[in-house]
């Protein structure tokens, strides 16, 4: 049987993926695909949790934050859609769309 600290582990090293994509990364997909790994691996903290304290709380949270995700997935890449047609590019170095 597989304990509640392997799922912590296996989460934080999902969620440190994801944190280092954001902050290095410079393409607008990359970086929404990482906030999705953060996104999951909370999903997994959550349903770790709820099974180990036989409570549906966590698992009902996590459907809920899987609409959340799928809502910010659909907006985001309608967005970088309208970048790219805008700006000719996805780099979040090269879109300074609020300067004057």
Do not use: P
């Amino acid at each position: 049987m597989v304990e509640t600290t392997h799922y912590l582990i296996l989460s934080t090293i999902v969620f440190t993926i994801g944190v280092v994509g954001v902050l290095t990364r410079r393409n607008v997909i990359v970086v929404l695909m990482c906030i999705e790994l953060m996104l999951n691996s909370v999903n997994l903290n959550l349903v770790a949790f709820s099974d180990r304290f036989q409570n549906v709380v966590g698992q009902v949270f996590t459907v809920f934050v899987i609409t959340v995700a799928a809502a910010e997935a659909a907006v985001g890449l309608g967005i970088v859609i309208a970048l790219f047609r805008n700006k000719e590019t996805v780099n979040v170095d090269e879109i300074d769309l609020m300067k004057w």
